[in-house]
């Protein structure tokens, strides 16, 4: 009896910590820009004052992407796995965990198209250098979602295909608008 309520607890400050950081990141992101704001130019801080609000906005769409459209066909697949001999039964901080773990994935894979705009326009990347290395990238989407993703096909390829995606839509925007 002790050990679930410890686990249960466990699983409210896991909900807690999460919350917490979702809620407080603007704010954190706040003071790390009032703490460098001094020291950037006009033009930097300009260019900061637009990517940081859209690397907010992606992060928070890819975790909305998943949630919504992606984690109800991976529980789906999950649960096809369940017979009249075997009921799949999930403790709260069970689901809780896979949901964490398979959201933040697409959080952060969602700021791709952020950083290949960067990477261009500090001089790093090209379009020709994105669009020769294309076929590594798509190749490596579906290792990067094997590896992040849990063991099954839905989830990796439901992260394989946002990276390639978002790669194909920096790779354009790059090309087409940054012209480099």
Do not use: C
């Not at 679930?4 to 699983?11: G, L, M, N, V």
């Not at 978002?166 to 354009?172: T, V």
Request: no cysteine.
């Amino acid at each position: 009896s002790s050990v679930k309520k410890r686990k249960s607890y466990d699983a409210y400050l896991k909900i807690d910590i999460v919350a917490g950081f979702l809620i407080a990141l603007p704010i954190i992101f706040f003071h790390i820009w009032k703490f460098f704001l001094p020291a950037l130019t006009k033009s930097e801080r300009a260019v900061l004052g637009l990517l940081v609000p859209v690397s907010v906005i992606l992060f928070f769409t890819g975790l909305a992407f998943s949630f919504f459209l992606i984690l109800p066909l991976a529980l789906k697949f999950f649960m096809g796995f369940s017979t009249d001999d075997l009921q799949t039964m999930f403790s709260f901080q069970n689901y809780f965990d896979f949901v964490i773990t398979f959201m933040l994935p697409f959080g952060f894979v969602f700021e791709l198209p952020l950083i290949v705009i960067v990477l261009a326009q500090l001089g790093f990347l090209t379009s020709e250098f994105l669009g020769k290395y294309r076929r590594i990238i798509f190749f490596l989407s579906f290792v990067i979602g094997a590896l992040i993703t849990p063991p099954d096909v839905i989830s990796q390829v439901s992260l394989a295909l946002p990276i390639i995606f978002l790669y194909e839509a920096g790779y354009r925007i790059v090309k087409h608008i940054l012209r480099k």
